[in-house]
């Protein structure tokens, strides 16, 4: 029953609602160190005592940094991002060995360097991975139209501390917002206008773990509105 549900769920088409697509006109990985360097993988690497600067310092060679690295992937081997990263080394580039090392390092870095330049990869990696459809920054401008839909970064939508000064960001013309009905209004509005200009389909919103959906009183929301606002 086990491997039915799995053969289900492996067989599923997919829709990416949280992608990296399409920022700063990226579309695909250009050095295999942009996979290792993923950030919940680096946080990994970190926590196995990988150095930091080769997170943090900008002008290290791409290649002397992966090989740099390669040791401490062993050591996060029971990671989810792990299990991730050694299933796209080979399932996509052809990786055999068991894990990453100072040893095949330069190997697995010339095999993702080998796609770099070639366009149609995106799309076999689409395939691959029975991804549909992807979210895409609305800013970017995809090479694949019919793959891809814009999304909004949200959070300045429901969460005031992502914005200076949250009421701003929902002023309507003419008027202030004077009341949680008023930014309620002006955060639909603001909907409506990145629907209208750009397509957006999606927000991309990052919330509390703790946070979770319940009724609630007017009142109750006015008054954590005034509160915020003091």
């Known amino acids: 029953m086990d491997k039915y549900v799995q053969g289900l769920v492996q067989e599923a088409a997919a829709v990416d609602v949280h992608s990296h697509q399409g920022t700063n006109g990226v579309w695909q990985a250009r050095s295999a160190w942009e996979l290792l360097s993923y950030h919940w993988l680096a ?4 926590c196995a005592g990988c150095p930091a600067e080769l997170f943090r310092e900008s002008h290290l060679d791409d290649r002397d940094r992966f090989c740099r690295a390669a040791p401490y992937v062993k050591a996060v081997r029971n990671t989810v991002n792990y299990w991730c990263f050694q299933n ?3 399932d996509l580039y052809g990786f055999r060995d068991e894990y990453l090392d100072e040893g095949n390092c330069d190997w697995l870095f010339d095999a993702v360097a080998e796609k770099i330049e070639d366009t149609s990869w995106e799309v076999r990696v689409l395939d691959a991975a029975r991804v549909e459809r992807v979210s895409a920054a609305r800013e970017a401008t995809p090479r694949l139209a019919d793959r891809y ?6 959070e ?6 992502h914005s200076a000064d949250p009421v701003a960001c929902f002023t309507r013309v003419g008027e202030s917002i004077q009341s949680a009905a008023d930014l309620a209004a002006g955060i639909r509005e603001r909907i409506q206008q990145l629907v209208k200009d750009y397509g957006v389909r999606a927000l991309h919103i990052w919330i509390p773990l703790t946070f979770t959906y319940r009724r609630y009183e007017e009142g109750q929301v006015q008054a954590a509105f005034t509160k915020q606002l003091s």
Do not use: Q
């Open 43 to 46: 946080t990994d690497l970190r």
């Open 149 to 154: 839909f814009p999304y909004e970064y949200g």
């Open 88 to 90: 796209m080394a080979r």
């Open 156 to 161: 300045y939508l429901i969460c005031p501390g």
